[in-house]
């Protein structure tokens, strides 16, 4: 017995079976910034001031410089996730949804580019 009407059946439309990786992404996702957030969270509190000395030096520091490269990564692929599905449940035209996804991700793309290259240049201590 199915539960599929025998109009979906004649039209073809069901599961396109893509869904499952997305919704996976999400979550493992979710759980890396749970993750991430209480380690950056618990680490800011810890430092003795938040001057941006106190908070150079933290980034310095190569565990700490790569795991808010990672917190940095996650968060943007995380927004991107979850804007992605904005865009296809409430754009309704096929073109300007293909136009809106195009500006979604270039955008996160930037975002993820200028997020870890502003800790990698406090993490190597750039001249200003």
Partial sequence: MSLRSPLSKVLGRGSAKNGVGH?????VTASALILLTAWFVIALLSLPA???ASV?????????AVLLSLLVGTLVYHS???????VEDYV??????VLTMLIVNFVHVLLGALGVFAVLRVAFGAAV
């Fill in 23 to 27: 919704w996976w992404a999400q979550r």
């Fill in 92 to 97: 309704a035209s096929k073109g300007i949804k």
């Fill in 80 to 86: 991107q996730l979850g804007v992605q599905v904005v």
């Fill in 56 to 64: 150079a030096a933290w980034v310095h520091a190569p565990l700490s």
């Fill in 50 to 52: 938040l001057d941006y």
